[in-house]
């Protein structure tokens, strides 16, 4: 039961370079969550954003969301070399928890 | 910062099999998950536990169980191994006390479970 889709599926950057990547999902939200994955570990939250807000920030992070479009987007300004991880959206799912998408990999190359 | 620890960061098992994974949270969180990640599927919920002995299952539930009979601990348990249970296990919890989806989600590292 898939709520959220990101995309790109990958992204390849250089470091330095700003990255952004997309989350949309298909029913009405109350919010929606960025995580992190750096290789072969556990997810780390990274924002929540609420369906009432537009955008968000957070140190390099700068979430927005569009409740008409259905959409998010996480962009991440001058990224490092140790932003190289994967990132998810999640949003709730119909019992109520959290649904993850399939995420983008991120590379930031040095 | 709260701790969500997995016992095993690798398994290596054989078919049929009797699994357990544990996981144990240091912050007293009532909400505890366990979900599995395979390439190409993302992260998929298993069961998960609003309190101490109670469950409900998740989107793939089949081929597992789970228990809970401490607040700190959640274990799952797969009774009989099989091929396509090779994944990487992932353990959570939240708070709880409201909606699981207006909380953030603190994660274990993860068990890569491999089933010969």
């Known amino acids: 039961s898939q709520q959220g889709e990101e995309d790109p599926q990958a992204l390849s950057i250089q470091e330095g370079e700003n990255a952004t990547m997309n989350c949309s999902y298909k029913?009405?939200?109350?919010?929606l969550q960025w995580y992190r994955q750096n290789s072969g570990r556990g997810l780390v939250h990274l924002i929540l954003i609420r369906s009432n807000e537009r955008e968000k920030h957070s140190g390099r992070l700068r979430v927005t969301l569009d409740t008409s479009k259905k959409s998010s987007s996480l962009l991440i300004t001058a990224s490092r070399a140790a932003d190289t991880a994967s990132y998810f959206c999640a949003t709730a799912g119909s019992q109520g928890n959290l649904i993850f998408g399939k995420g983008t990999k991120l590379s930031v190359k040095p | 910062d709260v701790k969500v620890t997995q016992s095993s960061r690798y398994l290596v098992k054989r078919t049929g099999e009797k699994v357990f994974l544990e996981c144990v949270q240091d912050?007293?969180?009532?909400?505890m998950f366990w979900y599995r990640q395979d390439p190409g599927l993302g992260l998929r919920l298993i069961y998960f536990s609003y309190d101490v002995k109670m469950k409900e299952k998740g989107d793939i539930p089949e081929g597992y169980s789970v228990s809970r009979e401490k607040k700190e601990r959640f274990s799952l348990i797969l009774e009989s191994a099989s091929t396509n249970q090779t994944s990487m296990y992932l353990c959570?919890?939240?708070?709880?006390?409201?909606?699981?989806?207006?909380?953030?989600?603190?994660f274990g590292s993860g068990t890569q479970l491999s089933v010969l």
């Open positions: 959570a919890s939240s708070l709880g006390g409201v909606a699981a989806t207006n909380e953030k989600l603190f």
């Open positions: 029913t009405s939200i109350n919010n």
């Open positions: 912050m007293d969180h009532e909400n």
